[in-house]
């Protein structure tokens, strides 16, 4: 099993925040109990994205510590109001907040962040003075600080694709529920299932292709040659990598309790690191067939979790 970095920027974010209040939780684990990683989408845009379109990072990190009994404050703007730093600046002097979805292309502090526009991300505010947010980006950058001006581009988010509104952010968390193992399993199956159940119709009213669909098609063309500049550089450094690792926690998360879903999972990390480095190589011809291995698995994977009955 791997233990390493991966891209889970509101999950570390969280973890962050319940150790402020002296809860320890893996982002590993509120990673998988937000669902986002599951089911397949591939949007009018013709990218295949690892994820479903019923929950987005946003709606699923809430989803994620309510399902393990926090209670916790959650606001956003609309997206006409002004940046509300009277507000947030009142806000960490009593707690940390979750600023999210952010837009990478600002944080001034990261040395590639001009090619990061559009990009979205999650990060961990601490403190604020009359010029500065401090922050610790879980993108390998802790204890950074970003000028108040960029604060508001960035969390304003204006070319990031969802959000309930615009500057997003969570703090003043707070146990209230203790459920147990349990419950917590039996609650994110039922979770699970209907994050599948609604992808499919989701998908078909905005247009885009899901599951077997969405990698089927996918595979197409990448066997006609129609793999552009974005493409290739999505599937490199984002959309395998960061699968490999969801799958992997998934994995994890199953083992105890069903080997098979564990096994499935498994196999799919295992296969997702192989298509992240055919993509690197840009051996494209074996990346489309190894993809059809991988929707089989995806296939399976589904009608095994939804074909459960969960009586907790």
Not at 157 to 183: F, L, T
Request: aromatic share 12%; glycine share 8%.
């Amino acid at each position: 099993m791997y233990i390493g970095n991966g891209s889970y920027c509101y999950a570390n974010s969280a973890s962050m925040l319940l150790k402020q209040v002296g809860e320890v939780v893996s982002p590993a684990l509120l990673e998988v109990l937000t669902g986002v990683g599951l089911g397949v989408t591939m949007y009018g845009n013709g990218m295949l994205f690892l994820h479903n379109n019923a929950f987005d990072p946003d709606a699923g990190l809430s989803k994620a510590m309510k399902a393990l009994g926090y209670h916790f404050q959650e606001n956003w703007s609309d997206p006409e109001a002004e940046c509300p730093l009277n507000e947030l600046r009142n806000v960490l002097k009593i707690s940390p907040a979750i600023l999210g979805p952010i837009d990478m292309g600002y944080l001034r502090y990261a040395p590639n962040h001009q090619y990061a526009k559009g990009s979205d991300h999650y990060v961990l505010a601490y403190d604020m003075d009359g010029e500065y947010v401090y922050l610790h980006d879980p993108a390998s950058f802790p204890y950074v600080r970003l000028a108040l001006d960029q604060l508001d581009l960035t969390w304003k988010a204006a070319d990031i694709p969802y959000g309930r509104g615009a500057y997003q952010y969570w703090h003043s968390i707070e146990k209230v529920n203790n459920p147990s193992d349990d419950e917590i399993y039996a609650n994110s199956i039922r979770f699970f299932q209907h994050i599948y159940e609604q992808t499919g119709v989701i998908g078909a009213s905005i247009g885009a292709k899901t599951g077997q669909d969405a990698i089927t098609a996918f595979s197409e063309i990448i066997k006609r040659g129609e793999v552009t500049g974005a493409t290739s550089g999505t599937l490199k450094y984002f959309v395998f990598q960061l699968g490999a690792k969801r799958a992997n926690d998934f994995s994890l998360y199953f083992e105890k309790r069903n080997p098979k879903l564990a096994r499935l999972k498994q196999q799919q990390s295992e296969i997702l690191g192989l298509l992240h480095c055919l993509a690197v190589e840009e051996n494209w011809t074996a990346l489309a067939d190894k993809l059809l291995e991988f929707g089989k698995l995806e296939e399976a994977f589904e009608r095994e979790l939804c074909g459960l009955s969960v009586l907790v």
